[in-house]
T-cell receptor, first 113, second 112 residues
């Protein structure tokens, strides 16, 4: 059963620390999305990639956030330094092509204290 | 990006049909209408999508207005497991149109 895998599922860290979240997209999918979900803002699109190249990262705070795809099986989202306002659930999703569905992972719940 | 408008919440009785409306008056000719839902403590999951014609799958039906400015997701028999937030989204079908923006969605409550 193909699925998007995110690690870790939960992360508690202190303010100022670096946080790295990982995502393994479904094999063969060429589009990867990163979303952040909070009670106040709902689901926000942070960035998305096609064929490992960033297409749009306008939703991402550039000073502390970075997203990369080192290879086709791994996408990473880093926050450095982390702040309490970054506390949220971060979702990764992958898809095959425009107009078709995206498949979401279970999310990483990040708490910055 | 074209926007969608949905009611904040709806309530249904178990085993009755549910019609979840969505308005998208600024839809363009290449926009697909997608529906996702998010169960508690889970990531969003795909429900159904369509372009112009009505669509059916094992989860739901999608009825699209003739002018495409609105659509309705139909759950034929609501169960308690269908209690979730339902999102109506427009996705550009052109090559490179991958951007998927979620709105606030409709929270569906199902009563036993």
């Amino acid at each position: 059963d193909a699925r998007v895998t995110q690690t870790p599922r939960h992360k508690v860290t202190e303010m100022g620390q670096e946080v790295t979240m990982r995502c393994q997209p479904i094999l063969g999918h060429n589009t990867v999305f990163w979303y952040r979900q909070t009670m106040m803002q709902g689901l926000e699109l942070l960035a998305y990639f096609r064929n490992r190249a960033p297409l749009d990262d306008s939703g991402m705070p550039k000073d502390r956030f970075s997203a990369e795809m080192p290879d086709a099986t791994l996408a990473t989202l880093k926050i450095q330094p982390s702040e309490p306002r970054d506390s949220a659930v971060y979702f990764c999703a992958s898809g095959l092509r425009s107009g078709t569905e995206a498949f979401f992972g279970q999310g990483t719940r990040l708490t910055v204290v | 990006d074209a926007k969608t408008t949905q009611p904040n919440s709806m309530e249904s009785n178990e085993e009755e049909p549910v019609h979840l409306p969505c308005n998208h008056s600024t839809i363009s000719g290449t926009d697909y209408i997608h529906w996702y839902r998010q169960l508690p403590s889970q990531g969003p999951e795909y429900v159904i999508h369509g372009l112009t014609s009505n669509v059916n799958n094992r989860m739901a039906s999608l009825a699209i207005a003739e002018d495409r400015k609105s659509s309705t997701l139909i759950l034929h028999r609501a169960t308690l497991r269908d209690a979730a937030v339902y999102y109506c989204i427009l996705r550009d079908g052109r090559a490179g149109g991958f951007k998927t923006i979620f709105g606030a969605g409709t929270r569906l409550f199902v009563k036993a």
